[in-house]
């Protein structure tokens, strides 16, 4: 953990921003609202946190969470889609985002057309979790029950289109298995009814997985990125347990309404950036499970952008995830 911690803020003070976090306008002159599309509590409710303040801190200004979960983020979205392209508003987005056009069937707005990313923030790695009742200790029991029992095992998600039920859907389609999907409203509803035993399984932060497993609630089967996670080298990746090519990893960004002038951009770039990389902000997301990511700009997260978008419509062909209202 040391080490991750000590590279990466090696490599933030090569791509450190300009001190001037300020547009030629004096932006920003008031507080800026940061929609953070998820229940209150929640995995991106505590990035979004976490994140803001910083922002805020760096930007002389306060930075206001306001909390619009549901639908997979697209309430929260299209909130901040709606809103003044001034840089006033902005969204902590995730990887739904970039899903949820290739899961239903209709959106009231594109998010490749109407947001403009602002920066990367962090990725999370998940955990495949399942009730300790269950006879299954690792990913090959996993595989072996689910073939031998097509769907009948049940896995639960934070809503159609959350990371928790994308992270599932793609392990059904690489290790070629048949489960139920049970999708909630949140991580929160969701964990009682995994701890009771009423589902079997969940792919789920490991910001809120790991302390249900030290606590023996929960049973660990394996990480859901390539690599395994620096705040829990014990567990095998999903890919090393038996399903080969196996990699998803959760992330979080900034994204701001497309209008959003270029200038406000690049100062909200910035001071991302010099948050997410600053020590005392990497220590506090590290010891949460998030991951920081290299420094990028606003082009390079809207280059990754569109390929995640482009891979979920792979992944619902391939898959043959039928499109929901």
Known sequence: MKNLLTCVLATSLAFA??????????????????????SAGGTGDQIGRLVGD?????????????????????IGAE????????????????TSLASNPALLKKMSFDPVKDLVPVSQ??????????NPAL??????????????????????????????HLAAELFKLLAG??????????????LPDLLSGNVDLMFMFQTSALPQVRAGKLRALAVSTAKRSPAAPELPTVAEA??????????????????TPKAVIDVLAAASVKAVHSPDLQRKLID?????????????FALFFQNEAAKWVRVARDAKLQAID
């Open 242 to 259: 038996g399903v080969a090519g196996y990699d998803f990893n959760g992330w979080f960004g900034l994204f701001a309404p497309a209008g």
């Open 17 to 38: 921003p300009s001190p001037d976090l300020r547009a030629q306008d004096n932006y920003p002159n008031k507080i800026i609202r940061l929609v953070v599309p998820y």
């Open 54 to 74: 910083k922002l805020g801190e760096l930007l002389g200004q306060r930075v206001l969470i306001d909390n619009k979960g549901g639908a997979g983020g697209n």
């Open 288 to 300: 949460q499970g998030f991951v920081p990511v290299a420094p990028d700009t606003p082009a390079q």
């Open 177 to 190: 298995t048949d489960m139920t999907h049970v999708p909630y409203k949140a991580d929160s509803q969701a």
């Open 79 to 94: 909130a901040a889609v709606r809103s003044p392209a001034d840089g006033y508003t902005l969204v902590m987005a995730a």
């Open 121 to 130: 923030c962090c990725g999370v790695p998940m955990v495949v979790v399942v």
């Open 135 to 164: 006879p299954i200790r690792n990913i090959s029991e996993l595989v072996a029950y689910a073939k031998a029992k097509p769907g009948r095992l049940t896995f639960a998600s934070s809503g159609i289109g959350t990371s928790s």
